[in-house]
């Protein structure tokens, strides 16, 4: 058995991109249940209403636009980017 050496930091790297993506995932699929109007009294559209919503607890009410869809899309788009921005940075940086 060989020794590569890099092989633990390139594992890493790709486990912080994933949870990165997954987390943007969440909340792209809030902002496109929340634009479909999806029945929020279903259980899936409560769950991922809420995970997205702690997600983006920092950036989710940022923007005070008039229309409630632009509030949405720009204050939950903007955390799906910066963590897919940060967490694929990370994930670079460590790889090399």
Known sequence: MSYRRGN????????????ADIMAFIIGLWI??????????NDL??????SARWLAGWSYDLFTFDAAWARVV?????????YLFVGHAVAGRIRH
């Not at 720009?74 to 910066?82: Q, R």
């Open 8 to 19: 633990g930091s390139s594992n890493a790297a790709r486990v912080i991109a994933v949870v």
């Open 32 to 41: 496109l249940m929340y634009l479909l109007d999806a029945n929020r009294g």
């Open 45 to 50: 559209v409560d769950f991922v209403q809420h």
């Open 74 to 82: 720009c204050g939950y788009g903007l955390a799906a980017v910066v």
